[in-house]
């Protein structure tokens, strides 16, 4: 008996000691995503379209001579289709939709398209093959085509058109050219007096920094005096400069210092490669150069006559594009239908500061024009 607790004692013993010098356990892996490919496939699977009608393409169409990027996306391929026509411009929608239309997406069919010069579409071309192209009437000519070849792809004989800043400019040309192919348009970040637009947005911004004691910023902008004089284009450089602060006191994105945000939600978006991302960056850059000073002269109040319905989401805080100037041009239209809708938690970007009420604002007060057409999913 004495030799068996011996033994035993001495086999804790041996037990004991192992354990002592035994490495500890290794802590457990942090949790996925460790990368951007792995969040990028959870957004992915999160928001794949599942229902039994439903559509999901991404791919390129031939408009205009190149080919051009789209992304298609909807619950029920019945439904009406609403194509936006993204900002900037080169400032693309596609690779942040994932955030704020994934409800569209239950009531409408939504097209997201990179346009000439910008995101996906100008990495799949020849920038120095595409720069003379360029032009405000190639990028109308580039939407009507657009427009047309959706209404083939799926029968439809109108559909909705959402512009937001630069494309709001698009979106009023089409709504005046071919009323007959939409149901409706809606503006978001519309464009009125683009020039006055500038100007008022250089007084607030200074009127921010000087209220927030700010000198560099003060100095900074009160060396562009006079800015935005007459209709003449801003010199990009002189732009910059004024957004910068803009951007820096909420005029973008209300309470936020610019949008950092909404440019870092790019880098999950499932549509887009890392060497999309960085073309992006640099489309932006292209459109911009070639296209931004010349739509700063734009003045739309002289149109004043439509012949579909106009819808106008607007931020009451955007200072980027004034929306007090755009509902004042509102006032002055005449349209079968017209809606102004204010978002007072918004300024720029309505569709990513205020996702719950736009998707609202698209079901109740805008796809009912469609219902009466017939144009919905049973």
Do not use: C
């Not at 939709?97 to 000439?116: A, I, K, L, P």
């Not at 805080?317 to 918004?346: C, G, M, R, Y």
Request: no cysteine; aromatic share 10%.
């Amino acid at each position: 008996m004495k030799r068996l607790l011996w033994s035993l004692w001495g086999l804790a013993l041996a037990g004991l000691s192992a354990s002592a010098f035994a490495s500890p356990p290794s802590p457990p892996s942090p949790p996925s995503p460790h990368n951007r490919a792995e969040a990028v496939a959870i957004v992915k699977e999160l928001r794949r379209v599942v229902s039994d009608n439903g559509v999901e393409r991404l791919e390129t169409v031939r408009i205009g001579g190149i080919d051009q990027a789209v992304s298609i996306r909807g619950n029920d391929r019945r439904n009406p289709v609403l194509l936006m026509l993204h900002g900037g411009p080169g400032w693309v929608a596609m690779p942040t939709s994932w955030y704020f239309q994934r409800g569209w997406e239950e009531y409408f069919t939504v097209v997201q398209w990179d346009q000439r010069g910008a995101g996906k579409t100008y990495v799949a071309n020849d920038p120095a093959a595409v720069a003379p192209t360029m032009t405000r009437e190639r990028m109308i000519a580039d939407a009507e085509e657009m427009v047309a070849w959706l209404r083939r792809e799926f029968g439809k004989d109108r559909i909705f058109v959402l512009g937001h800043s630069w494309g709001s400019y698009l979106g009023v040309e089409l709504a005046q050219r071919r009323p007959d192919w939409l149901h409706a348009y809606i503006g978001i970040g519309q464009i009125s007096n683009a020039p006055e637009s500038e100007r008022r947005g250089w007084r607030w911004t200074l009127q921010q920094a000087e209220h927030d004691g700010n000198a560099v910023a003060v100095a900074e902008l009160q060396a562009l005096a006079p800015y935005a004089v007459g209709n003449a284009p801003v010199p990009l450089q002189r732009l910059f400069q004024q957004r910068k602060w803009l951007n820096h006191y909420g005029g973008m994105v209300h309470n936020r210092r610019g949008g950092d945000a909404e440019a870092a939600g790019v880098r999950l978006s499932p549509e887009y490669t890392d060497a999309d991302i960085a073309g992006m960056w640099k489309g932006n850059d292209f459109s911009m150069e070639h296209l931004l000073s010349d739509a700063l002269t734009l003045d739309l109040t002289g149109r004043r006559s439509f012949q579909t319905p106009i819808f106008l989401f607007l931020g009451r805080h955007d200072h980027n594009v004034s929306s007090e100037l755009a509902a004042a041009w509102f006032d002055t239209i005449t349209a079968p239908d017209k809606q102004l809708i204010w978002f007072e938690q918004s300024a720029h970007e309505v569709m990513i500061e205020e996702p719950g009420k736009t998707l609202l604002t698209l079901v109740q007060q805008v796809r009912p024009i469609a219902a009466r057409a017939g144009d919905v999913a049973p």
